[in-house]
């Protein structure tokens, strides 16, 4: 069953997905609304109760965060929280370091917390689940700011989920708990803002959701409709009020066994102790992902995509010369924040095309005269293709300077996904943000890591994980990841399908695609894989792959982009790779203090970045053509 969803000017601040208490994104169905939230305007900032994880702390991290600090604190701290003492660690050396560059000089304090049920032991075994490790970050509250960054640009903090499973040890100890700070809900569950009048004739599950709104687009259920049910109903249902360690160590396995490629028969049953994907007896093969020799044991689980993206940076610099990385191809913002924060920096190649390789060529070459004994850099971070720009950097050649001149080349994978793509051969590393379209329900999130074991710093790195990964997964989050994950490669079949037909119409009525009726055109570009950089992706496409979900689209006028934005009937707020459509004015969001400098390199302040759901696809081609006529029709009052 669908559910039309209303995206009217009402539905400002609600989690998107509607009524979901772990939602990954918000709702802001307006351009004014977007400038707003950039801007602070607090009509948009109080109506939030959702939000994406690194950017928004959840309402229950927010409430586990003001216990920890009245318990903690001391002169009104403010805390961050972590899930072990390694990750509590890096967040205070980031903290003291980048407080030390801005001339403040502070204190960093580190608490650790065991949140235990009544009548569990002070020490509890390892090999119960029963306690909650927290590990608190607790600084001076003007230094918040700054720590945020860590949050933010790592992904390393906990989950929501973790969050609640404290809040509901101390519930059951305690039934009064220190009074919430202004704006936090009393209740600790549900975070998600209660129905409107457009939602209270028809609650979830119900046919309609929309009652007069404008919207035409259904939203897709969840695969095998349990997976959208609310964490606690799944998990009292599945697994009882106690969640067994072996459920979560299935889903994980499961998860890596997934996404190795190895799965001769990938099931959409259970077990009787976690998914069949995951059990000991499971049939294995060699590897689908264009190098046999991977298994699961090469896939590295993490809580967010840019965790994996921060901890790949964090294994090069460990096991390699310390130099600068170069990052190739605009990427999503915090990618570049992690190069230019830790380390010595980096070389930073923001076209991605082919010139930029002509000058990564030359660079390496001047920094190897200067200094032959050690490698011009450390790696390469890119993404195939790029977000938002959709550009595909050359792989076979990055490749062959990686070889000739000995750095790691780590490509992020999230925009293609392994069913259109198969880019592992030509790189060391593969990030992946499972929070996206492997997920597909947006919520819950997760990242992963694999090794290429036929890559030249294979033994180097893999020596390193053996003594120094973490497993830092929540394993409810991980169990969510894995039920959503079971019929990813259908899915992505319907959503490239969609978004191929879209993107053909969108760039038939563009400057780019069309050149004989050039008056009154609204869409000046459609930045797609198959239009962006096309003999470069198909060197890595699949013979049944296709180019994605994502596509962004720049106008011949800021008001055109206004125009098509506001008119477009889908959900709109941050994130990508949805089972429902999901659009934004990415560069507002994403760059919205730095304009101009995204401008040079093509991303414009107008760009709006659409990623493309499983909804019927004459329904979603209606929704594009009303979008665009507005759009045109605004460009011919310009005019």
């Known amino acids: 069953m669908t559910a039309v969803v209303a995206t009217g000017h009402d539905t400002l601040g609600h989690a998107v997905p509607p009524f979901t208490p772990h939602a990954i994104s918000v709702s802001l169905p307006t351009w004014r609304d977007n400038v707003g939230y ?13 939000g ?26 403010k805390c961050l929280l972590c899930p072990s003492k ?57 230094v918040f700011p700054i720590a945020k960054q860590f949050w933010q640009h790592t992904g390393m903090g906990i989950s929501s989920r973790f969050a609640e499973r404290c809040l509901a040890i101390l519930d059951s100890q305690q039934p009064t708990l220190p009074a919430s700070p202004p704006r936090l809900q009393t209740s600790w569950r549900s975070p998600y803002k209660a129905p409107n009048k457009h939602y209270s004739k028809h ?37 009882g009020r106690n969640l067994p360690l072996s459920a979560g160590a299935y889903a994980k396995r499961a998860l890596r066994r997934r996404i190795a490629g190895v799965l001769v028969h990938d099931t959409m049953d259970d077990g009787p102790h976690g998914p069949s994907a995951g059990a000991l007896d499971a049939e294995l093969g060699p590897s689908s992902r264009g190098v046999k020799d991977v298994t699961e044991n090469d896939v590295y689980l993490f809580p967010t995509g840019m965790a994996a993206i921060w901890n790949a940076h964090q294994f ?30 980096c070389h930073f190649f923001g076209h991605g095309q082919e010139s930029d390789v002509d000058a990564l060529e030359s660079l390496l070459e001047q920094i ?14 890119t993404e195939f293709p790029s977000n938002p720009l959709l550009r595909s950097p050359d792989l076979p050649r990055l490749r062959s300077l990686a070889d000739k001149y000995d750095f790691v080349i780590v490509v992020d994978d999230t925009i293609g996904n392994f069913v259109n793509i198969e880019v592992l051969p030509y790189a060391d590393v593969v990030v992946s943000s499972l929070s996206k379209i492997f ?164 991303v414009e302040e107008g760009l709006v970045r659409i990623s493309v759901g499983m909804e019927e696809k004459e329904v979603l081609m209606r929704c594009f053509e009303v979008a665009l006529k507005a759009a045109e029709a605004a460009t011919v009052v310009v005019n």
């Open 52 to 77: 994406y994880p690194r950017f928004f702390i959840h309402l229950s991290i927010q409430k586990l965060a003001s216990i920890c600090e009245q318990k903690f604190g001391i002169n009104n701290e």
């Open 86 to 142: 390694r990750v509590a660690d890096h967040c205070r050396e980031f903290v003291l370091a980048r407080t030390a560059l801005s001339g403040i000089f502070t204190h960093v304090r580190l608490a650790r917390y065991m949140v235990c049920p009544e009548n569990t032991p002070s020490q509890p075994s390892s090999s119960t689940n029963d306690c909650a490790e927290l590990h608190i970050i607790l600084f001076p509250a003007d």
């Open 203 to 239: 609650m979830p599950g119900s046919p309609s959701l929309g009652g007069e709104s404008r919207s035409s687009l259904s939203l897709p259920p969840c695969p095998r409709e349990v997976l959208c049910k609310d964490q606690d109903t799944y998990i009292e249902e599945r697994y």
């Open 316 to 345: 090069a610099l460990a096991v390699r010369p310390v130099a600068k990385s170069v990052c190739f191809g605009f990427p999503y913002t915090d990618t570049l924040k992690i190069l230019q924060k830790w380390g010595p920096g």
């Open 439 to 602: 997920s597909g329900c947006a919520n819950t999130m997760g990242g992963s890591l694999v090794l290429n074991p036929q890559g030249r710093h294979y033994a180097a790195l893999k020596q390193h994980l053996s003594t120094n990964y973490e497993d830092v997964y929540f394993n409810e989050d991980a169990l969510f990841m894995e039920r959503n994950s079971r019929d990813f490669t259908r899915r992505v079949r319907v959503i490239d399908t969609n978004t191929e037909a879209i993107c053909d119409f969108l760039r038939s009525r563009s400057l780019s695609g069309n050149t004989t009726h050039l008056e009154g055109i609204a869409i000046k570009e459609v930045y797609y894989p198959k239009f962006s950089c096309p003999s470069n992706y198909v060197k890595c496409q699949l013979p049944e792959g296709g180019y994605g979900g994502l596509f962004s689209l720049t106008f011949t006028s800021l008001g055109a982009s206004r125009a098509f934005f506001d008119a477009l009937s889908c959900l709109k707020g941050p994130s990508l790779g949805t089972n429902f459509t999901l659009a934004c004015p990415y560069t507002i969001l994403a760059h919205y203090n730095e304009l101009e400098w995204a401008a040079e390199y093509g």
């Open 368 to 381: 190897s005269s200067e200094n032959p004994s050690t490698p011009p850099i450390l790696a390469v971070f």
């Open 38 to 50: 950039e801007e602070g305007e607090k009509r948009v900032v109080e109506s939030m109760v959702s």
